[in-house]
């Protein structure tokens, strides 16, 4: 993917993965829309990046992104980057009964979303002379987190459908690419301050490596052993993984 001379729309560009990788965007030349639901995370994001553009969007609401979507490409006719990044993560207990809303909130935020939003721009993408679709999933999508299970099925989810677009678009110019990221420092589940998670600078520094070549699924190196689980031995890696994270820390 070239990082330059790209006019790039970013949901959930507010803070985190998101906010990094719309600052990085910027500042490699590229004309840089967030959008998220909350103004007040907005406005202080475009307020400390002159020239990022943000737009109040409720990815949930199936109105919001019609009437967002057909904004962008009248405001933004050059628009040719669409980076699915907006998502939540709660824990659940699949033992157990799951609380409705949080089922609800995080299927709809996390693949529905992204599938609706992808599905209002898509004709807009095939007509640029070069575009990208970029869907953050998750390592958990290969190696599901049992405390985090709605949100871990939903990024497998969201991988399948990843490998269904790209085919689909296998004969236009629209490029579909999957970042793939570990555990990093963000707000989710208060990773912040959390020693075993890859600092958000460095994971952006070896994104944006990634980014500049042909590969389809941008995998910095400490996501990729996660990744590559998936198999015929995956059940016995999947508990092991697990009983890890649910072990208290020392």
Not at 82 to 93: E, H, R, S, V
Not at 127 to 137: E, F, H, K, N, Y
């Amino acid at each position: 993917m070239k990082l330059s001379g790209n006019t790039i729309f970013i949901t959930g560009g507010a803070s985190g993965i998101g906010r990094a990788l719309a600052e990085a965007l910027h500042r490699r030349g590229n004309k840089v829309i967030i959008s998220g639901r909350r103004k007040d995370y907005l406005a202080r994001m475009a307020a400390a990046n002159p020239g990022i553009d943000a737009i109040e969007l409720d990815i949930t609401d199936p109105a919001s992104i019609r009437k967002v979507a057909g904004d962008l490409v009248a405001r933004y006719p050059g628009l040719n980057v669409l980076i699915n990044n907006a998502g939540i993560m709660q824990i659940d207990n699949a033992a157990a009964r799951i609380d409705d809303e949080l089922l609800s909130s995080t299927v709809t935020t996390n693949l529905l979303g992204p599938i609706r939003l992808t599905g209002e721009l898509i004709e807009h993408l095939k007509q640029q002379d070069s575009a990208a679709i970029l869907m953050v999933s998750s390592v958990l999508a290969f190696t599901p987190m049992a405390m985090t299970g709605v949100y871990s099925a939903t990024k497998a989810a969201l991988h399948s459908y990843s490998q269904s677009l790209r085919f689909k678009l296998r004969n236009t110019r629209v490029r579909v690419l999957e970042v793939i990221p570990p555990w990093v420092r963000t707000e989710l589940l208060n990773s912040s301050e959390e020693p075993r998670a890859m600092p958000l600078d460095e994971f952006i520094d070896e994104t944006m490596q990634v980014l500049a070549t042909d590969a389809d699924e941008i995998l910095v190196p400490q996501a990729r052993f996660l990744r590559d689980q998936a198999g015929p031995n995956e059940a016995a890696f999947v508990i092991s993984f697990n009983e890890q994270a649910e072990a208290p820390v020392t």
